[in-house]
């Protein structure tokens, strides 16, 4: 129709203007861009005209030129709802969150009942930290518009932020239901599934978001981590691989792709990653990080010094940069140079709770207890998060200097379990954040028991949850009368766990045992390929206490022999599940 009039008139405004509008819609942006600007050129005062081309402009990411054109519509008509709100949307983008805050309730003003100017709003809030005037905003939003996907799907990103999994799940399937197409919401289910230790939800959430939207390098990413987490570690790289097909530049995965092949034991593809992320862009601060760690873990510690020191020269007030100098020393037995880098950081991030544990356990180590323990009760203050607390009353350090030594070690271990039990404090799922289970009393050549229960029966109360009985979920036995022995542990391979455990595993006798090993991702090496070779069957468990404990049941082992109970918080804590008759 638009075609039929230009052909007759092609000076009119209103038929160019709105077959611009079309090719917009087809994504034909540069016939857009044209066509509207010729209507312009007839008709300079149509403020509507403007805020079109504005929208095609901001189809071809001239973000500048698009906020040209709305200043001029709003020059032309300064109630021009769309330039408002659009406006807002892009300075939201740009992250000039208080200039698009500003937009948006201009946009308000005009239209006080529209849902998108509500959500958006609520979008610069949550941008802000203002996650409840933002959550007012979103259910206003809903209010407005009960089918709103957007909303559910905003409220269940601040609900997931805040803990309140669940809650926010349940956000997230009602985005679903307005709208099942909706990928971003897909993804964000799978994450709080993860989270909620659900791996496999998690994984078939994201491959729903990218059979919608093969592109989507957020859900490649979150994919590879959950496999990560679930110690599919080759699918976790091919994840990332995958990511960084569609951006190579995307430093985040570089990262994530370099941790993967860090636990793998390929430490120079792993450190290549983390190069090529300081290529794309030197001050990532985490690529520098994530290198130094990795170092340290391969006790490279001339390596990780050299990395530290570019680093100061690229970030120097990065205070992480002090924490890994603070772990270099430690590793070369310089506690008080240490403890002078610890400080550096505080310095430099005053409020930082990690650091404060990091010191607390440094002194601990070094029996200074009343230096310690100060140093945990500044964590808490910071974040309120118990498990700080519980790390540094229960920490034993690894190295005794005397039995005196010896004594106040333990008396401290003592009375602070009671001060524990009686605050009540409960704990989600404390496999890797209690960091400590006091492995080392064993070497003070006491006997533990009394102790041990008592931290036991601390733990239980604390985490209901850790008691699991999962014999109900054993699957039926396939292979005859053998009896199937499961081997957990951190460290089969070239260990001392792993060279104890390698007669066992090659002769036991098969015609009366199946032998399956349940290790973790993490380092390879020719002892933990002898022993794979050597077992019926290997299983890589998740590095989260549920799904793992799980995996295990779904092996139906009829023994499972724990090598190490202690020397790895994760099995410590795996060992209070039933699992095995």
């Not at 030197?282 to 570019?310: D, G, H, K, M």
């Not at 506690?335 to 610890?342: R, T």
Request: aromatic share 8%; hydrophobic share 40%; net charge neutral.
């Amino acid at each position: 129709l638009y075609d039929r009039i230009l052909s007759d008139h092609p000076d009119h405004p209103d038929a160019l203007h709105l077959r611009g509008i079309i090719a917009y819609q087809k994504g034909n942006l540069e016939l857009s861009v044209r066509l509207i600007r010729e209507a312009i050129r007839i008709h300079p005062d149509a403020a509507g005209y403007h805020v079109s081309l504005g929208a095609a402009l901001r189809g071809q990411g001239k973000l500048d030129a698009a906020q040209d054109c709305y200043q001029k519509a709003l020059g032309l008509d300064p109630r021009n709802f769309e330039a408002f709100f659009n406006m807002g949307n892009i300075l939201l983008g740009q992250h000039r969150v208080m200039e698009s805050l500003e937009y948006n309730r201009k946009a308000l003003e005009i239209r006080p009942g529209d849902a998108d100017v509500h959500n958006a709003i609520g979008n610069a809030l949550n941008t802000l930290g203002k996650t409840e005037e933002a959550l007012t905003f979103y259910k206003t939003a809903l209010r407005i518009r009960p089918g709103f996907a957007q909303a559910h799907n905003n409220i269940g990103v601040v609900l997931r932020e805040k803990g309140n999994l669940q809650e926010a799940l349940t956000y997230f399937e009602r985005a679903l239901e307005a709208n099942p197409g909706y990928a971003q919401a897909h993804m964000n289910a799978g994450l709080v599934l993860n989270l909620m230790g659900r791996g496999d939800a998690a994984l078939a959430r994201y491959r729903m978001a990218l059979r919608l939207t093969p592109e989507f390098l957020e859900a490649h990413i979150n994919m590879g981590n959950t496999l990560r987490d679930l110690g599919r570690m080759e699918e976790a790289c091919a994840s990332y691989r995958s990511a960084l097909g569609i951006r190579p530049d995307s430093i985040e995965a570089h990262i994530n792709l370099g941790n993967t092949l860090n636990d793998l034991g390929r430490f120079e593809d792993s450190r290549a990653c983390f190069e090529t992320a300081l290529k794309i862009d030197p001050q990532a601060a985490q690529a520098r990080r994530c290198l130094v760690e990795s170092l340290l873990n391969q006790n490279r510690l001339e390596e990780a010094e050299r990395a530290c020191r570019i680093w100061i020269d690229f970030i120097p007030d990065d205070p992480h940069v002090h924490i890994q100098i603070a772990e270099i020393r430690k590793a070369q037995g310089l506690f008080d140079a240490a403890e002078s880098e610890y400080r550096k950081a505080l310095e430099k991030d005053p409020e930082s709770a990690s650091v404060y544990v990091r010191l607390g356990n440094l002194l601990i180590d070094s029996g200074r207890f009343e230096d310690g323990d100060q140093c945990y009760q500044e964590a808490f203050r910071r974040n309120g998060n118990p498990v700080e607390k519980i790390q540094g009353m229960l920490r034993v350090p690894a190295i005794s200097g005397s039995e005196g030594f010896i004594s106040k070690v333990r008396e401290r271990v003592s009375e602070n379990i009671h001060r524990l039990s009686q605050e009540r404090i409960l704990v989600d799922e404390p496999d890797w954040k209690t960091g400590s289970t006091n492995f080392y009393m064993a070497y003070h050549g006491v006997n533990d028991c009394a102790v041990q229960k008592k931290i036991a029966a601390f733990y239980m109360g604390a985490c209901p949850s850790l008691v699991c009985n999962l014999l109900a979920h054993r699957h039926q036995r396939t292979d005859g009368n053998r009896i199937r022995i499961g081997i957990v542990s951190r460290f089969l391979h070239h260990h001392t766990i792993g060279k104890l455990t390698l007669g066992i595993v090659r002769h036991l006798c098969r015609k009366k045992f199946h032998v399956t090993l349940f290790r973790f991702p993490g380092r390879i090496d020719s002892m933990s390929r002898a022993m794979d070779a050597a077992a019926d069957a290997v299983v890589t468990l998740p590095n989260r206490l549920n799904p793992a404990r799980h995996e295990i049941a779904a092996h139906a082992p009829d023994i499972l022999l724990y090598t190490d109970i202690g020397m790895d918080t994760l099995t410590y804590f795996l060992a209070f599940s039933r699992l095995a008759p």
